[in-house]
């Protein structure tokens, strides 16, 4: 596919966004910013919410592509998660069929499959067929995405690829994001495979970096193209000495899902 020129950036006042604001750029892309928050420095970026048919529709309107990273990316109550998540990305979608938008980059999570035994480290046991065990209502969320882009692209030819994210921060902080880390540049790659990558129809990737120690394949995310060039190998020595080796007898450490299993960090607002 040809370089999408404008992209449509959701949740573009949020952790990832903020990096994927410096990061996507250099690849050629104008990128449209939307967010419930203001977006820091940029007094164009449109704040709205989800919620907003009307203003997520004239979001979409002229766009070549949607990075959707806007919703709730911790545990929280369903009623919530039903009007961020669930109807909010439905909303994104019908604002993209309405005009006419193509192709969609989704950002679902591990949380979708958080429940799925971990493997041992380095295995790339969890293939792209392991079957949806989300660990909390947000991974659930995740799990719709995922459903709702393979419904538009049989019913409306809309393209997406779903990312099952794993942790994209500057660097791994615990020692499971070891297995899962990617960085912000490799996630730049990525989503610029993403968007390029020809005939994806609905796709779902695993998404982090060639990490040595890592839980999942990568193969349909090579397949989009991307070729990930970070490992969290150096920050092993550092976190294992602070935190130790995972515990097979620590039901936190017992899942791909980690704490979201049996403690789910909650989203503040
Ligand atoms: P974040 O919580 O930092 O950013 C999410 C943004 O979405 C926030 O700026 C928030 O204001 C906005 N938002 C929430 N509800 C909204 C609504 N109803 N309408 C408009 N905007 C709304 O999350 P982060 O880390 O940047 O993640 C981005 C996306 O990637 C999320 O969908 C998250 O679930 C997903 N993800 C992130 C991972 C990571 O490691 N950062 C891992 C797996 C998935
Ligand atoms: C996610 O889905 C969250 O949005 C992110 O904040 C991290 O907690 C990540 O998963 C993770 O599993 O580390």
């Known amino acids: 596919?040809?370089?999408?020129?404008?992209v449509l950036?959701?949740?573009?006042?949020?952790?990832l966004g903020t990096l994927m604001?410096?990061?996507?750029?250099p690849y050629g892309y104008r990128l449209r910013l939307f967010d419930q928050r203001p977006v820091d420095g940029e007094p164009e970026a449109i704040t709205a919410d989800l919620a907003d048919r009307a203003a997520v529709r004239e979001a979409v309107r002229g766009v070549d592509a949607i990075i959707h990273f806007a919703g709730i990316s911790l545990e929280a109550?369903?009623?919530q998660i039903l009007r961020a998540n669930?109807?909010?990305?439905?909303?994104?979608?019908?604002?993209?069929?309405e005009e006419g938008v193509r192709r969609i980059v989704f950002a679902s999570s591990n949380h979708a499959?958080?429940?799925t035994p971990r493997p041992a480290d380095g295995s790339g046991a969890i293939g792209i067929g392991t079957p949806r065990r989300p660990d909390t209502y947000y991974g659930l969320s995740k799990g719709f995405g995922e459903d709702l882009a393979s419904l538009y692209w049989d019913l409306h030819g809309i393209e997406t690829v779903s990312l099952r994210i794993g942790s994209c921060f500057p660097r791994p902080t615990t020692v499971r994001m070891l297995s899962i880390w990617m960085s912000p540049a490799d996630c730049a790659r990525l989503l610029h495979a993403a968007l390029t990558a020809e005939g994806v129809g609905h796709t779902v990737a695993y998404a982090s970096s060639a990490n040595?120690?890592?839980w999942w394949d990568l193969t349909t995310a090579r397949a989009l193209g991307y070729t990930p060039q970070d490992d969290s190998e150096p920050y092993a020595a550092e976190l294992i000495a602070a935190q130790g080796e995972l515990d097979p007898d620590n039901p936190e450490h017992a899942h791909l899902g980690g704490a979201f299993c049996t403690d789910?960090?909650?989203?503040?607002?």
């Open 113 to 115: 499959v958080g429940f």
């Open 77 to 79: 109550p369903f009623e």
């Open 9 to 15: 950036l959701t949740g573009a006042a949020g952790g």
């Open 212 to 214: 040595t120690r890592l």
């Open 86 to 97: 669930i109807e909010g990305t439905y909303h994104l979608y019908e604002a993209a069929r």
């Open 1 to 6: 596919m040809t370089a999408p020129r404008t």
């Open 21 to 25: 604001r410096e990061l996507l750029p």
């Open 264 to 269: 789910p960090p909650r989203w503040p607002y």
